[in-house]
């Protein structure tokens, strides 16, 4: 006898399906999708794999070679089936056109131009069309859903790119020591996760003295990936790495275009006709970028989401602004001091306890004796303190 799935087990597979674009779609959201039979077998399973091509509704379509099989199917999709046309046409138009039983959506389509709609074409065409509704023991599903499109989201609804930030550090906060070493603090299983981090984002960010500093290659060094594949971003408020940026491994590995330097109105002036990127940024105060500013400026550049690797200044600066996304902590098993440590919080105060920074845990990994935690600053339910 064949398997059956429940719709709980079938969102599983279909977040499954999802996960295999991630880092590939942007700006699409990654979507997955599964087709059961009218007795909840697996007929068919599909992701969005490419921006720009199939949706997840479709490519699971076309993996049923006997369209009359979708008579009486059930359809379980990561997020509520497309209404407008886009790129490729209405995903909720396509599953409309068989006598499906029902479609079950994850997530409404934040998206003005989607959100509801996708589910109206469904009903007036006779689908059961209906937002998931998981058991007690798949509620954590919701969570997994929701950070499937939480680039998509800031994308629509701000205008903005997603900022996610990236640091290593000890036990007790610090990301180098105070003569400048910082190599390495975590171990090679960390810095691998990193690469694959840094690949599914679109562009690589640094402040101007780790790039001076450290002079990073910057590239994704896995599997499957071009060396020159990836943009990178440096913050840098007065330019001052234009001028020596010919002698970085940076310009090794990828074209002068592909380089981005964020440069404050005060400073875009001198170095606007240089070969590299310049982005034109707003201060925030005497010497400061406004970082949600910057977000914004990459959002209009098509920079879609950026992962800051660092260091202690730049990353502390998002966190004094009180302005990022995500942010991956790689924590290694050593103490090295905060009176000779660089702390990644140093430009942090509060003045009260209650104006702490609460983030909300996504996922702890331990990493061969490192252990990443991963949080999320978006979704404030279930506020872990
Ligand atoms: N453990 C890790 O994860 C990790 C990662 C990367 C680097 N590191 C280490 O960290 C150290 C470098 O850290 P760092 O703090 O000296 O330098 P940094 O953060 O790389 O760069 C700081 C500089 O970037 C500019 N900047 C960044 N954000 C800004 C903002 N919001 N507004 C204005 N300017 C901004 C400023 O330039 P101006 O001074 O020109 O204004 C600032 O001085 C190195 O030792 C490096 O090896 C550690």
């Known amino acids: 006898m064949e398997k059956t799935y429940t719709i709980d087990e079938a969102m599983v597979v279909a977040i499954e399906e999802a996960k295999k674009g991630i880092g590939l779609v942007s700006p699409n959201p990654p ?20 921006f720009g091509g199939n949706h997840a509704e479709i490519e699971a379509l076309s993996q049923v070679d006997n369209k009359s099989d979708l008579e009486g199917a059930h ?128 562009c690589t960010a640094v402040g101007k003295n780790t790039l001076l500093f450290d002079d990073p290659k910057l590239n994704i060094r896995i599997e499957g990936h071009s060396e020159k594949s ?39 002036k001198k170095v606007k006709r240089s070969k590299f990127s310049i982005l034109r940024c707003p201060n925030k105060e005497a010497g400061l970028l406004d970082l949600e500013g910057l977000s914004k400026v990459l959002y209009q550049n098509k920079i879609f989401s950026a992962f800051v690797e660092g260091g202690a200044f730049t990353v502390s600066a998002f966190a004094a602004q009180n302005f990022f996304d995500r942010f991956y902590y790689f924590v290694a098993p050593c103490i090295l001091g905060s009176k000779t440590g660089v702390s990644w919080t140093k430009s942090k105060e509060i003045q009260d306890l209650k104006d702490k920074l609460a983030l909300r845990l996504n996922k702890v990994e331990v990493l061969e004796g490192d252990v990443l935690l991963d949080y999320s600053r978006l979704y404030q339910k279930n506020v872990i303190i």
């Open 230 to 268: 990836n943009k990178v971003l440096i913050i840098d408020p007065k330019g001052e790495s234009v001028g020596q940026m010919n002698n970085l491994n940076l310009t090794k590995y990828r074209s002068p275009e592909q380089i981005y330097i964020a440069v404050g109105e005060d400073h875009f």
């Open 75 to 202: 359809v379980v999709v990561t997020l509520e089936p497309c209404a407008h046309k886009g790129k490729t046409g209405s995903c909720a138009m396509a599953l409309s056109k068989f006598k499906l039983a029902s479609v079950t959506y994850g997530i409404t389509d934040p998206n003005p131009k989607v959100k509801g709609k996708g589910e109206l074409i469904l009903k007036e065409a006779g689908v059961e069309a209906s937002r998931y509704r998981p058991k007690s023991e798949f509620e954590y599903l919701i969570d997994e859903l929701e950070l499937l499109i939480d680039q998509f989201k800031v994308n629509i609804l701000e205008e903005r790119s997603f900022i996610a930030l990236k640091i290593a550090s000890s036990m007790d906060g610090m990301v180098a020591h105070q003569s400048g070493q910082s190599q390495w603090i975590t171990n090679s299983k960390s810095r691998q996760v990193a690469h694959h981090l840094r690949s599914i984002y679109e």
């Open 31 to 50: 979507v997955g999708c599964v087709i059961l039979s009218p007795k909840f077998e697996l007929l068919a399973k599909g992701h969005h794999k490419v």
